[in-house]
């Protein structure tokens, strides 16, 4: 069985309930409750994969290749931590970044909507194209349960003042974007 992953009800709304040999969780939103839920599934009962779909902001210049589309994420890295000795994106007790084995794209995660041109600057410093609010948990805990895990985000804003409006606009075309990708990967 394949797990289809979202963070909120809207990345999912041109999806099947249950695509055919997928199931489907909403996590919520943010890293706690991504990790939170993932691993309540995957304590649950068995998963072959993890395919996880939702929304991103963009770190790229408007208009720039970078700033639209579908990614696959190679790479997690977590933009609102600091280590003991205050270096930033480094944690404490996890590691810098997690990977996925696929995918060409780094996002950074944090628990905050970034949508401020002084935050997308510090984040792009930490090497990261792309921003959300879950993929590095969703990373993790795969990663501690041995499941392979594919993480698609479609672009739904460009991180910058104003992201909030624009992606309640943007998140049912995201959803449709990302169906398709799915249809073309996975024949469902």
Partial sequence: MKLLVAALDSELVAFDLDPAGFERLVTGPGKLKAAYSLTRRLEAGRVDEIVVVGTAGSLAPAGSV??????????AIQHDVTDLEGVAGQHVSLPARVETGRGTATIA???SFVDDA???????????????MEA?????????????ITVL?????????GATTHW???VAACSVTLRQEITKRYGV
Wanted: charged share 20%; hydrophobic share 45%; aromatic share 12%.
């Fill in 66 to 75: 970078e700033a639209s589309g579908v990614f696959d994420i190679a790479v």
């Fill in 109 to 111: 995660t944090g628990d």
């Fill in 118 to 132: 002084d935050a997308v600057a510090f984040i792009r410093g930490l090497g990261a194209t792309l921003v959300d």
């Fill in 136 to 148: 590095y948990a969703y990373i993790w805990v795969a990663q501690q349960y041995g499941v392979p």
């Fill in 153 to 161: 985000k479609a672009v739904s804003d460009n991180a910058q003042d």
């Fill in 168 to 170: 309640d606009e943007a």
